[in-house]
């Protein structure tokens, strides 16, 4: 088929709940990806964060080819070695004592409220239960997902949603202190928030929320869907601030391109959920578990988050000199290989332009481009990225300007 008929039947058959780009990408290799015409792009978005290791990794991809060769699908009822294996990559990532894999983030976001809610039963022996949540911060689509996402266009049209929720102002220690009563059961966010515009935790006010939740013995859900599996420099981004969460839930790069993610607990936390509680039918699997695995070991044998560290620094000093060069970038926020660019316009048409100049980039918020490349990016593509925003911004500006 056409690259146009391809678009043309999509639209007729696909529910309408994305606007799309006109592209029919077809492969991909390292940093870039391919459409079916031969169209090539650098990719600085890798999927909204799933691709942590580029395009094409041999080893990832053979792993994935033995395992289809043995067995897909078992079902939960049963042990099957690749969950096993997974299941120690992970809790040996996040120091969590327990694991449940789920199908996609907000799934596992789903597994946190969960377990939230029952050990709040468990302890209090009452179904009364509240959580706090964050304005501004994104945990998914599904209706638990959404009930704690902190923006109410996305909230408002499916409520009534679940009930108990309560938001507080992310990076504001005071309002989170105010929301909590003797029914709290659990304090959720994003360790840096993506969607809500790339803003990362202050050092005192995670470290404060951490003590509320103990203090009140109330579960810290940390959501690194996003922002974790090294993105930050570290495989996840709450060690960096020395603070451990009671759950914590991840996903993206956790399958680089396989749909698998999971909620992890520890201590009291991790024995919340008993036989009946939670369940999925496709959850850790044979083959999403094998994907989670190879992508364990491609980031021991790659070394990614000392990549990151190498190059991360980079990247903010070539973004740092595009917001100096240009007075329609106000700000320039992130951690790690996780950065945005805040502008006093929507940079919907910057985005635009930079793809029609073989540049994938995505946006947050209303107002900022986010950076989320591959991590195996090197200074080079920095450079060749960088040297097609500039252009991007300077014919928007110009259009906007008349000059």
């Known amino acids: 088929m056409t690259k146009e008929t391809v678009i043309q039947e999509a639209e007729g058959l696909l529910m309408h709940t994305y606007n799309r780009f006109p592209m029919v990408l077809d492969h991909g290799e390292g940093m870039y990806l391919y459409e079916t015409d031969g169209t090539k792009y650098l990719d600085f978005g890798s999927g909204i964060g799933v691709y942590a290791l580029g395009y094409g990794n041999k080893e990832y991809n053979e792993a994935l080819k033995g395992q289809i060769d043995k067995l897909l699908h078992t079902s939960n009822l049963f042990y099957n070695e690749p969950a096993l294996e997974a299941a120690k990559c992970v809790c040996e990532a996040t120091g969590m004592d327990r694991v449940f894999f789920t199908n996609s983030g907000a799934e596992a976001v789903e597994g946190a409220i969960k377990i939230a809610r029952k050990y709040y039963f468990n302890t209090r022996g009452r179904s009364d239960s509240t959580i706090i949540a964050m304005d501004h911060s994104f945990h998914g689509r599904t209706m638990g997902a959404v009930s704690v996402t902190g923006k109410a266009a996305y909230r408002e049209p499916f409520e009534p949603l679940i009930g108990g929720v309560k938001f507080a102002e992310f990076n504001d220690l005071a309002s989170v202190e105010a929301l909590f009563d003797d029914t709290t059961a659990a304090v959720i966010m994003e360790t840096l928030q993506g969607e809500g515009g790339i803003f990362p935790a202050d050092p005192e006010f995670i470290k404060g929320v951490r003590k509320l939740c103990d203090d009140h013995d109330a579960l810290l859900i940390l959501d690194e869907i996003q922002c974790g599996m090294g993105r930050s420099g570290a495989m996840f981004t709450y060690q960096k601030y020395g603070v451990t969460p009671d759950v914590v839930t991840l996903a993206k790069a956790l399958g680089c391109g396989v749909p698998v993610g999971a909620f992890a607990a520890k201590g009291r936390a991790a024995e919340a959920l008993v036989p009946g509680d939670h369940g999925s039918t496709y959850g850790g699997n044979p083959f999403v578990c094998t994907a ?112």
């Open 292 to 403: 989670a695995k190879a992508v364990f070991d491609q980031f021991e044998k790659l070394q990614l988050t000392k990549h990151v560290n190498e190059v991360a620094p980079y990247l903010w000093s070539t973004l740092e000199a595009v917001k100096e060069d240009f007075p329609c970038v106000t700000d320039h926020r992130g951690i790690g290989l996780m950065q945005g660019l805040q502008f006093t316009f929507a940079p919907g048409d910057i985005v635009k332009a930079a793809l029609k100049r073989g540049l994938i980039l995505i946006a947050a918020a209303s107002n900022v481009i986010r950076f989320l490349p591959p991590l195996i990016v090197e200074k080079a593509q920095i450079d060749e990225m960088a040297g097609i925003l500039r252009e991007s911004i300077a014919e928007v500006v110009s259009a906007q300007t008349g000059k």
